[in-house]
């Protein structure tokens, strides 16, 4: 009986996390499109990406973004829920908009370099092997990984909890910074997917942000922490 009132008792303390059942209907979606468009989009391309060089050790900021997410995510799941209802609108209402972009205007590039003639072959080009195989080059504009990252940078910064938290600040800055130059030195993306996914940013801002959806995620969470 004991573990059965735990049970339900942790079901309501973090029922706010049914909203996190986006992530599969995201994957199909993504996967869908991954799957269909390959050889028929429109090519992204800026003369600046001819100038920025191939650099195989941004791989490590770009992976980092799967483990700056999830963390980010994490914590405010388990610490505010006004802040994790934000961070959620910010992510999920973009991630679908990129997606609806990526549907209603295929997109994609031919910016990869050809690893098997690169002339080395290191740690960092087998990692980045793997991700050219599991990752098109295609659905690109604007970028998700650079809007995400964005997304997090912004969420941990309006945390009444972590705002003040200056080497933390400083630190997901830089990383932000790094994630986003990573796309375009690994040749994952344009600079104009860079671009696109700053600008979608700052639509989306005031929508996650604005004092409405801020007083209505605050009186989810006062209801919800009566329960």
Known sequence: MKLKNTAKQLLKQYRHGVILVYFFFYMIWFTYLERTVTTKFTPVHSKLDDYIPFMEIFIIPYLLWFIYIF????????????????????????????????????????????????????????????????????????????????????????????????????????????????????????????????????VMYPIAYKPVFGKAAKKADQELSKV
């Not at 080497?167 to 104009?192: A, E, G, N, R, Y």
């Open 71 to 202: 963390i980010t995510v994490a914590y405010f799941f388990f610490t505010s829920k006004e802040d994790f209802y934000r961070c959620c609108a910010f992510l999920f209402i973009g991630m679908t908009i990129c997606l609806t972009i990526y549907t209603i205007w295929p997109n994609g590039h031919y910016l990869r370099v050809d690893l098997d003639t690169l002339g080395r072959s290191n740690i960092f080009t087998r990692m980045l092997s793997l991700i050219y195989g599991i990752d098109t080059a295609t659905n690109v504009c604007p970028s998700i990984h650079v809007y995400n990252s964005i997304g997090a940078m912004i969420a941990i910064r309006k945390s009444v909890r972590l705002k003040d938290i200056k080497w933390l600040q400083v630190s997901v800055f830089i990383l932000t910074v790094l994630i986003s130059m990573s796309t375009v030195f690994l040749k994952q993306h344009s600079i104009l997917d860079v671009f696109g996914a700053i600008a979608l940013s700052l």
